[in-house]
Nanobody, 116 residues
């Protein structure tokens, strides 16, 4: 049974930082790419960042490139998203995502609110 459990969200001031974590289980973690998405109120869910399973290659949405860092620890079956230089428009629920065996799995999400 695939499980993804996100943590680390919260309220932060503009310019601040947060680190999100996603603990995964139920599939061979190191084999698969892991992604972070986000969904702001009234908007569609969008891809924020992705990290490859084999070579650890990364991809970022243009809006977060240079500010966010995705990385993984295959010994802990965990993927992280470091959020730096946060802006109010980064406010959203952030979700972890994986697609093993042709199926799509999501975590429950963690709320990030950027406000002064």
């Amino acid at each position: 049974q695939v499980q993804l459990v996100e943590s680390g969200g919260g309220l932060v001031q503009p310019g601040g930082s947060l680190r999100l974590s996603c603990a995964a289980s139920g599939f061979p973690f190191s084999t698969y790419s892991m992604s972070w998405y986000r969904q702001a109120p009234g908007k569609e869910r969008e891809l924020v960042a992705l990290v490859g399973g084999d070579n650890g290659s990364t991809h970022y949405a243009g809006s977060v490139k240079g500010r966010f860092i995705i990385f993984r620890d295959n010994t802990k079956n965990t993927v992280y998203l470091q959020l730096n230089s946060l802006k109010p428009e980064d406010t959203a629920v952030y979700y972890c995502n994986v697609r093993p065996w042709g199926s799509v799995y999501w975590g429950q999400g963690t709320q990030v609110t950027v406000s002064s």
